[in-house]
């Protein structure tokens, strides 16, 4: 029996929810983590998010929940990350599906728990799950507050854990800290970040990536994808609190409890009302990058790309690798041959 880990944003979460139940006590075996198939449109195209009829080579696990195998496949034109994940983490994934409403969702939340062990632990990375709805630098909280709702009416057991506060670039970690003061942080060891290690080596993550960096001792100023932001002591900690404690923050959470909205466009638009932020909107389009370098990755030298990811990084000594390959003309899943370029095996670029 497992706790069930629920991550709580989908797209590179999982990465950091197995670090977190490494943290917490899952043990060696395989973890236990629920996630949205809800990525980025570099990702996915179709922006998500995606269901069972999304995907062809879905098994049954836990409750006869749908999860993840290396033979997975996103149905075209769709995209998804997740059964690469289930091939490189020590983790068992299983898919919640949120298009059929919160409560639905919910009961998918209580049959996976109920077969588990029947206590549910929320990883959000980044901190962004307690918003208060109107932090300046917030621009994903739907997902979050769509967990959080579909957890409390479960009834089950449930903790949420925010990892490495500030590093989603959403939420200030002055003000995080400020939430989290009732909380006494661990750290992960660093054994619990090599457990994700393949999987972090070609993942376009940046907050979970940044979260394990911290914990091996990164420090600093880092460029990322939109924002940099400051490596800090209190980077590398995992907080836990109440479940109601994180509801009472998170002001679209309270009102999906209260209101209970009878499909996902309706729990969309109320988040919408109380925030100014669609959650089933597509991400705004990227501003261009520069051209892909002619012959792509296999004719770019080491020398060029560490002297324009100098020039980018505009003054940070580590820059994330979905940023250097963005800086660089490079799609994310060129990710790998990057690092083989500049012999970077950590999970952040330190700039020489």
Same mark, same amino acid.
């Given at each position: 029996?497992?706790?069930?880990?629920?991550?709580?944003?989908?797209?590179?979460?999982?990465?950091?929810?197995?670090?977190? &139940?490494?943290?917490?006590?899952?043990?060696?075996?395989?973890?236990?983590?629920?996630?949205? +198939?809800?990525?980025?449109?570099?990702?996915?195209?179709?922006?998500?998010?995606?269901?069972?009829?999304?995907?062809?080579?879905?098994?049954?696990?836990?409750?006869?929940?749908?999860?993840?195998?290396?033979?997975?496949? &996103?149905?075209?034109?769709?995209?998804?990350?997740?059964?690469?994940?289930?091939? !490189?983490?020590?983790?068992?994934?299983?898919?919640?599906?949120?298009?059929?409403?919160?409560?639905?969702?919910?009961?998918?939340? *209580? @049959?996976? +728990?109920? /077969?588990?062990?029947?206590?549910?632990?929320?990883?959000?990375?980044?901190?962004?799950?307690?918003? =208060?709805?109107?932090?300046?630098?917030? %621009?994903?909280?739907?997902?979050?507050?769509?967990?959080?709702? $579909? %957890?409390?009416?479960?009834?089950?057991?449930?903790?949420?854990?925010? #990892?490495?506060?500030?590093?989603?670039?959403?939420?200030?970690?002055?003000?995080?800290?400020?939430?989290?003061?009732?909380?006494?942080?661990?750290?992960?060891?660093?054994?619990?970040?090599?457990?994700?290690?393949? &999987?972090?080596?070609?993942?376009?993550?940046?907050?979970?990536?940044?979260?394990?960096? $911290?914990?091996?001792?990164?420090?600093?100023?880092?460029?990322?994808?939109?924002?940099?932001?400051?490596?800090?002591?209190?980077?590398?900690?995992?907080?836990?609190?109440?479940? @109601?404690? &994180?509801?009472?923050?998170?002001?679209?959470?309270? #009102?999906?409890?209260?209101?209970?909205?009878?499909?996902?466009?309706?729990? #969309?638009?109320?988040?919408?009302?109380?925030?100014?932020?669609?959650?089933?909107?597509?991400?705004?389009?990227?501003?261009?990058?520069? !051209?892909?370098? /002619?012959?792509?990755?296999?004719?770019?030298?080491?020398?060029?790309?560490?002297?324009?990811? =100098?020039? @980018?990084?505009?003054? $940070?000594?580590?820059?994330?690798?979905?940023?250097?390959?963005?800086?660089?003309?490079?799609?994310?899943?060129?990710?790998?041959?990057?690092?083989?370029?500049?012999?970077?095996? *950590?999970?952040?670029?330190?700039?020489?």
């Amino acid at each position: 029996m497992s706790d069930l880990y629920v991550a709580a944003g989908g797209g590179g979460d999982p990465l950091g929810a197995l670090i977190a &139940a490494r943290t917490v006590g899952a043990g060696p075996e395989r973890a236990l983590v629920a996630t949205y +198939a809800w990525e980025r449109p570099e990702v996915d195209p179709t922006h998500g998010p995606l269901g069972e009829e999304h995907f062809t080579g879905l098994v049954r696990e836990a409750g006869g929940a749908p999860a993840f195998t290396a033979a997975t496949r &996103a149905r075209p034109p769709a995209g998804s990350t997740l059964p690469a994940l289930a091939r !490189d983490l020590p983790a068992r994934l299983l898919l919640l599906d949120p298009s059929r409403g919160l409560h639905a969702l919910a009961g998918q939340l *209580t @049959a996976m +728990a109920t /077969a588990s062990g029947g206590r549910i632990r929320i990883v959000d990375i980044g901190g962004d799950i307690l918003t =208060h709805g109107d932090e300046p630098g917030l %621009c994903s909280p739907f997902g979050d507050a769509l967990t959080l709702a $579909a %957890c409390h009416l479960t009834g089950l057991p449930t903790t949420v854990h925010v #990892a490495g506060p500030g590093l989603d670039g959403e939420i200030d970690e002055r003000s995080l800290l400020g939430r989290l003061t009732g909380s006494r942080p661990l750290t992960p060891a660093a054994a619990a970040v090599s457990a994700a290690a393949r &999987a972090l080596a070609w993942h376009p993550s940046e907050a979970s990536a940044l979260w394990a960096a $911290a914990v091996l001792g990164a420090r600093g100023r880092v460029r990322s994808v939109g924002h940099a932001l400051e490596l800090t002591e209190a980077s590398p900690g995992l907080y836990s609190l109440p479940l @109601a404690e &994180a509801v009472g923050h998170n002001p679209v959470a309270r #009102a999906l409890i209260d209101e209970r909205p009878a499909t996902l466009q309706e729990a #969309a638009d109320l988040s919408h009302r109380l925030t100014g932020i669609h959650g089933l909107a597509p991400e705004h389009a990227r501003t261009p990058g520069p !051209d892909r370098p /002619a012959g792509g990755i296999a004719l770019l030298d080491r020398e060029t790309a560490l002297k324009a990811l =100098h020039e @980018a990084a505009d003054g $940070a000594g580590h820059v994330t690798l979905r940023f250097a390959a963005r800086a660089l003309g490079l799609a994310w899943t060129d990710i790998p041959a990057l690092r083989g370029l500049l012999g970077c095996d *950590t999970p952040l670029l330190r700039l020489p």
